[in-house]
């Protein structure tokens, strides 16, 4: 079992950054697949960003502003959010799968954090 822990997130204005983090604990989450997703209210959980390895992708509203990286050695995984506009605001949650690839959706990541709350005024 993995236990994932998001933190970093906050009130901004637009154009702002913020920087996420997610702790993992349980197992080590080195050759686990770590993603990014998020929520905002009355829509559907979203694709972010995944990473598997030195496998990165984005979803391309946030390609260019968003990076993904890890530290194997401190067991986290984080999102830099740079130029952050008010559709960014959404719950961000970090999600881990054993399985090898850069997916991009929900289903396919079997552990989730609880989820922290990005806000940016525009």
């Known amino acids: 079992q993995v236990q994932l822990v998001e933190s970093g997130g906050g009130f901004v204005q637009a154009g702002g950054s913020l920087r996420l983090s997610c702790a993992a604990s349980?197992?080590?989450?080195?050759?686990?697949?770590m993603g990014w997703f998020r929520q905002a209210p009355g829509k559907e959980r979203e694709f972010v960003a995944t990473r598997w390895s030195g496998a990165i992708a984005y979803a391309d509203s946030v390609k260019g502003r968003f990076t993904i990286s890890r530290d194997n050695a401190k067991n986290t995984v984080a999102l830099q959010m740079n130029s952050l506009k008010p559709e960014d605001t959404a719950v961000y949650y970090c999600?881990?799968?054993?399985?090898?690839?850069?997916?991009?959706?929900?289903?396919?990541?079997?552990?989730w954090g609880q989820g922290t709350q990005v806000t940016v005024s525009s």
């Open positions: 349980g197992r080590s989450i080195s050759i686990y697949t």
């Open positions: 999600a881990a799968t054993r399985r090898p690839g850069t997916f991009r959706l929900a289903h396919e990541y079997d552990y």
